[in-house]
């Protein structure tokens, strides 16, 4: 994928009172390049348990390919492009969201747990434009993804 229409992708997952911090940052890890810094912020629930926000923006170019390239194990690929036009926003965002537990056990599966958000390249900044460039980056990651399969199983 030579061009990557994105601007940036944020992920973000809330770690609650009975979670293991380690183990969310684990599972929010498995879409981050190697060494990519987590940010952290504190805040409240409603009945006072501390809950912790984990959240990183990559905007750069090699770390936006390293996070298309694990997103590309997703399953149900087909589904989220089938479902462009509601996970699209006027804005241009591209929003769904990862199962944490499966993340950390290092699947990507479409779920509850992690926020995954992409500023798509839409010129003109149109929600139209903005997902057609969302789906061609998701059918370019089922293509890759394919060929990898073909490449470990061959």
């Given at each position: 994928?030579?061009?990557?229409?994105?601007?940036?992708?944020?992920?973000?997952?809330?770690?609650?009172?009975?979670?293991?911090?380690?183990?969310?940052?684990?599972?929010?890890?498995?879409?981050?390049?190697?060494?990519?810094?987590?940010?952290?912020?504190?805040?409240?629930?409603?009945?006072?348990?501390?809950?912790?926000?984990?959240?990183?923006?990559?905007?750069?170019?090699?770390?936006?390919?390293?996070?298309?390239?694990?997103?590309?194990?997703?399953?149900?690929?087909?589904?989220?492009?089938?479902?462009?036009?509601?996970?699209?926003?006027?804005?241009?965002?591209?929003?769904?969201?990862?199962?944490?537990?499966?993340?950390?056990?290092?699947?990507?599966?479409?779920?509850?747990?992690?926020?995954?958000?992409?500023?798509?390249?839409?010129?003109?900044?149109?929600?139209?434009?903005?997902?057609?460039?969302?789906?061609?980056?998701?059918?370019?990651?089922?293509a890759e993804?394919?060929?990898?399969?073909?490449?470990?199983s061959g």
């Amino acid at each position: 994928m030579p061009h990557i229409p994105l601007h940036y992708v944020d992920l973000r997952t809330f770690c609650y009172a009975t979670e293991d911090e380690k183990r969310v940052e684990s599972a929010l890890r498995t879409l981050l390049p190697d060494g990519f810094e987590i940010e952290r912020a504190e805040s409240e629930g409603h009945y006072g348990d501390r809950i912790l926000v984990l959240s990183a923006r990559v905007e750069n170019a090699d770390g936006i390919r390293t996070v298309l390239a694990r997103l590309a194990a997703i399953e149900e690929g087909d589904r989220l492009v089938s479902e462009l036009d509601e996970r699209v926003t006027e804005n241009t965002e591209l929003f769904f969201r990862v199962d944490k537990q499966a993340a950390f056990q290092g699947e990507v599966v479409i779920g509850e747990g992690i926020t995954v958000r992409a500023k798509v390249e839409a010129y003109p900044a149109t929600k139209e434009a903005a997902v057609e460039n969302a789906r061609e980056v998701l059918e370019e990651l089922e293509a890759e993804s394919g060929e990898d399969h073909e490449e470990a199983s061959g």
